[in-house]
């Protein structure tokens, strides 16, 4: 199995910045997908940002040039930082892994919380 942990999410004014970081541990082989997702109060988890294997990544049209996806191959973690935020943004932010016949189990996410 493999256990991802999320950290980096915060309090902060609209037009601010925060960066997501996600550490994944346990058995991590064939990775497809490493992506971001979110879920606000009364919706639907929804998937924000996405790098595949190769390197191409995919973002929602919502975070579309203020979201940026990175991952560290060599330590298995994924970030995602955030600029120009918005109150729409705020959610609980997760992370999730894909790979070859498995998916991590979800973590507890990590709260963002962006004031007008």
């Known amino acids: 199995q493999v256990q991802l942990v999320e950290s980096g999410g915060g309090l902060v004014q609209a037009g601010g910045s925060l960066r997501l970081s996600c550490a994944a541990s346990?058995?991590?082989?064939?990775?497809?997908?490493m992506g971001w997702y979110r879920q606000a109060p009364g919706k639907e988890r929804e998937l924000v940002a996405v790098?595949?294997?190769?390197?191409?990544?995919n973002y929602a049209d919502s975070v579309k040039g203020r979201f940026t996806i990175s991952r560290d191959n060599a330590n298995n973690t994924l970030s995602l930082q955030m600029n120009s935020l918005k109150p729409e943004d705020t959610a609980v932010y997760y992370c999730?892994?894909?790979?070859?016949?498995?998916?991590?189990?979800w973590g507890q996410g990590t709260q963002v919380t962006v004031s007008s």
């Open positions: 790098i595949i294997s190769g390197g191409s990544t």
């Open positions: 346990g058995t991590i082989f064939g990775i497809r997908t």
């Open positions: 999730n892994i894909h790979g070859l016949g498995w998916v991590a189990d």
